[in-house]
């Protein structure tokens, strides 16, 4: 995730650096070398008698009824990227609770605290790598690394902890309480995961913004000769950054600029667990890199 700077609007306007520009600049450039060979060619075939002549003002409406289907379609992918932030949002909130329930009411020695406090670390690591389709971090959960789900065995051992050191059984439901929502935070972050958007709809949309962008300079023209340039390069970029944004965001558990920052919100969950424990081993807090980007 990109934790942008304060820039003034001419750097904002100029700016090269985000990932999507760098994604559809290749798309970009064909488009203006396309129109430009259509500026010092269709004057040839004016010549044979060949001209367009519907309404440019028709087109630029179908621009803006494409430039709406995009929207719709960045607008599942936002509810895709806002439902999963809000359910990592969420998993912060369970492990703060959880761990200050076992402070609290179980009568163990700090070290064997630090056993679950590693568990529920570890567990947020590997839900992080198997969301990103990684391997299962070695260091940290190599008990797990031949499970398909080693997220569920995580959450078993958690829990067999916790039913040893129950204080009492009105506690242990509150424990028990709190794994089954770890559990459905797991559950709704996998179906994000494993449900993509409908590639029929992805590929009808690109195809119809590249077609579009291919054609659209050809109605122009007509009407407005070399300005043609500048007003078709801007339609084309506007469609192409919507395709590319909702294609970023519909994955939001990826590592390109605009995905959730998982790593930085694990290692914030590690943090606050080894602070409330008076843990000595502190991780440093991540910070955006020389880019302004954390993962």
Known sequence: MIVRPEQTWFRKLFS????????ISPQLCFFIVLNIVYLFTLPLLHLRGIIAKESSFYFIGISISISVFLGFRNNTAWLRYWEARKLWGDLLIVNRSLMREIINTTQTRREEKQVVLDLMVTYCMTLKAKLRHGPVPVSRA?????????????????????YLHRPNEFVYRNFN?????????????????NTPIPYA???????????????????????????????SIFT???LLALDAIATELEDPFGT??????????CNAI??????????????VKMKPDAHYRLI
Not at 179 to 190: D, F, Y
Not at 201 to 229: E, K, M, N, Q
Not at 270 to 283: A, Y
């Open 16 to 23: 090269w650096r985000g990932s999507i520009m760098r994604k």
């Open 270 to 283: 590690e943090i606050d667990l080894r602070e409330m424990l008076k843990d000595s081993t502190v991780p």
């Open 256 to 265: 390109e600029d605009n995905d959730l920052p998982l790593s930085a919100i």
């Open 142 to 162: 190599l008990d797990y690394q031949h499970l398909t789900t080693p997220c569920n065995a995580l959450l078993q051992d958690i829990g067999q902890w916790l």
């Open 236 to 238: 084309t970029y506007a």
């Open 201 to 231: 709809y992805s590929l009808l949309l690109h195809r119809t913004v590249g077609i579009f962008c291919a054609v659209y300079p050809l109605l122009l023209i007509h009407d407005f000769g070399f300005l043609t340039l500048l007003f």
């Open 177 to 193: 309480t709190y794994l089954n929502q770890i559990s459905t935070i797991q559950g709704g972050c996998e179906r994000i995961s």
